[in-house]
């Protein structure tokens, strides 16, 4: 038997064993180009994306067929070759590569297959969604935290070699995003593949590849990293696929030297709905919690967002603020933004006595806040309708307003990124886009921080 017919005889035997989809997407147009008697079988492929795919996942199969029908060992090689179309030839590629290449019209065909491969349903946001504040330069510990810092610190200079894996958990709003984004931007400083992701982003991604039966492209994404940073993992609780495809992920990554770093409101063997196999793992590395700031730790992170704004108060100021919001930084940040904007609109130096009024008109009874009165606060502040920030209009006033209204709903309703998007008609990811871009148009645009901060006022004394 030749070499063609064996290749011809082991490519109709994979055509029965593998499952259509995955013949049909990485077997269907390969061709053997060359043959070293029957030893060496070189198989031509269509592009960079298949050649990887078989490499990685398929080979084994393939070899095995080929020897089967050879009747001894083989050895394969894969490259890439693009046959000549005739005129009047239809364009046959597969959907999935013209998608892709009309996403990444410059990468380097050199790049590995995971540079290839977006998120599904993710194509308009980065692999890596990172808040470009959230460094450890503006990451302010007091005492009370200096051990877990330090601890996050050694993982970001040295992942998978000190504490692996890495567990934070603490109260909502003491820093622990902060903290795992920190370490993501050190790890990508140090050119490392890095992956942050909130939990229900994770669960919604494992959603979307099932639909589109693109698991394979799921795993090889989150299994080929080389940093995994989970937030807000209490999530997964109670969410069987999600907690099997994380145990399998987690399990991948820890074995083959990966760092895994999780974040939880909870301690692990306080998330009762979750697996004990999720749990045990969780507990075998190093779990350490985060602690309220204390009154020094307060007034030193206000002093540091003073310095960033040009702007210095008397110290009495400072402790007026650290004293009134003691629950958690988050608040502390809102006391804070409130005092700024409500100074700069008004045009009124901030001294003791003004901090005082300003102090005590934010912190007036809260009102309960819903999403759709959100929404209504926010369009009226934009004269807009409640229909134009829901519907698919997408002008740039209506987009800004939009990005606006899913920060404040994601600030003060508790509501998750699911529950925002399918208010808004949006996708969660859309959601979480939006809210970052506006945390950082807060941090350099005075208007836009008026803007937030009067509607703020608005929802909290429920005008």
């Known amino acids: ?98 998608l892709l290449a009309q996403q990444e019209p410059s990468v380097s065909t050199a790049l590995p297959l995971h540079q290839h491969i977006a998120r ?26 200096d051990m877990v810092y330090a601890a996050a610190q050694a993982v970001a200079e040295r992942p998978a070699s000190v504490y692996n894996p890495f567990f934070i958990y603490g109260d909502v709003g003491l820093g622990k ?25 994770f669960t919604n991604d494992l959603i979307d ?62 998330l009762e709905t979750l697996e004990a196999r999720l749990r045990s793992r969780f507990e075998g590395g190093l779990v350490m919690d985060v602690q309220p700031p204390t009154l020094e730790t307060r007034i030193a992170i206000l002093k540091a967002w003073s310095r960033e704004r040009g702007v210095t108060l008397d110290s009495k100021v400072y402790e007026m603020v650290a004293e009134r919001a003691s629950m958690n930084v988050r608040e502390l940040e809102g006391v804070f933004n409130h005092m700024m904007a409500t100074a700069h609109l008004s ?20 009102q309960h806040v819903t999403l759709a009165r959100v929404v209504e606060i926010v369009a009226r502040q934009h004269n807009l309708h409640a229909h134009d920030l829901t519907g698919p209009r997408r002008d740039g006033h209506i987009n800004n307003a939009r990005q606006i209204a899913m920060y404040l709903a994601r600030e003060m309703t508790g509501a998750s990124l699911t529950q925002i998007g399918d ?35 608005k929802l909290i004394k429920g005008e």
């Open 120 to 145: 599904p349903q993710r194509g308009e946001l980065p692999e890596c969604e990172l808040n470009p504040r959230y460094t450890f330069d503006r990451l302010v510990f007091g005492g009370e935290n």
């Open 347 to 366: 045009r009124t130096p901030i001294q003791v006595d003004t901090a005082h009024d300003m102090l005590e008109t934010y912190h007036r009874p809260r």
């Open 177 to 201: 995003t902060h903290l795992l984004q920190a370490i993501a931007h050190a790890c990508i400083a140090r050119n490392l593949r890095t992956i942050y992701i909130p939990s229900e982003a």
């Open 1 to 98: 038997m030749n070499s063609q017919d064996a290749w011809a005889s082991a490519y109709h035997q994979l055509e029965l064993q593998l499952d259509r989809p995955t013949f049909d997407t990485w077997l269907r147009d390969t061709v053997l180009l060359r043959s070293e008697g029957n030893t060496l079988f070189v198989i031509g492929v269509r592009n960079d994306y298949v050649r990887d795919m078989l490499q990685k996942r398929l080979s084994r199969e393939i070899r095995r067929a080929l020897n089967e029908v050879v009747g001894q060992s083989v050895e394969l090689e894969f490259e890439v070759y693009i046959a000549p179309k005739r005129d009047g030839e239809p364009d046959d590629d597969m959907p999935l590569f013209k």
């Open 209 to 270: 590849s099932i639909r589109q039966r693109s698991t394979a492209m799921f795993r090889d994404k989150y299994r080929s990293v080389d940093v995994l940073l989970i937030d807000d993992v209490q999530f997964i609780a109670g969410k069987d696929s999600t907690q099997e495809e994380f145990f399998h992920t987690f399990n991948a990554l820890y074995q083959f030297g990966k760092q895994v770093v999780i974040a939880s409101d909870r301690h692990p063997h306080e």
């Open 423 to 457: 208010a808004f008609g949006r996708k969660h990811t859309t959601v979480l886009h939006g809210c970052n871009k506006v945390m950082e148009d807060l941090e350099r645009d005075l208007i836009t921080r008026a803007v937030v901060e009067e509607i703020r006022g």
